[in-house]
């Protein structure tokens, strides 16, 4: 377990739901990656996350999946990609990444609490 911090500082890290519309290869990656288009709904749109979750998922497997992402984090240059959301996820026994998600469906946007 990492330091104590307060609910106030949890507060602060905006964490949303939003479904993947589109997910490409990102060949430019140092590490296999995907370039995600996740929507947030009409108040934060559409935003772009670069993601190593080549392991356990496709392209295919990714579109229309709800995620949870960090949107309050600054835009971060990965390579050729602008990633604006840190796309959240756990490691396997591996170190290969399972995305973390919601058990049912929510409108996009929806913050965590």
Do not use: W
Request: net charge negative.
């Amino acid at each position: 377990m990492t330091e104590t911090i307060t609910y106030a500082d949890f507060e602060r890290v905006d964490i949303r739901v939003g479904t993947i519309v589109e997910a490409l290869h990102f060949p430019e990656a140092r590490k296999p990656a995907y370039k995600l288009q996740i929507d947030f709904g009409p108040e934060i749109g559409i935003k772009k996350s670069s993601a190593q979750i080549t392991v356990h998922y496709t392209p295919e497997d990714l579109v229309g999946r709800q995620v949870l992402a960090v949107v309050n984090f600054p835009p971060r240059q990965i390579g050729p990609v602008r990633s604006e959301v840190l796309t959240l996820g756990f490691e396997d026994d591996t170190g290969a990444i399972v995305l973390a998600g919601v058990g049912q469906a929510v409108p996009n946007g929806r913050k965590m609490c």
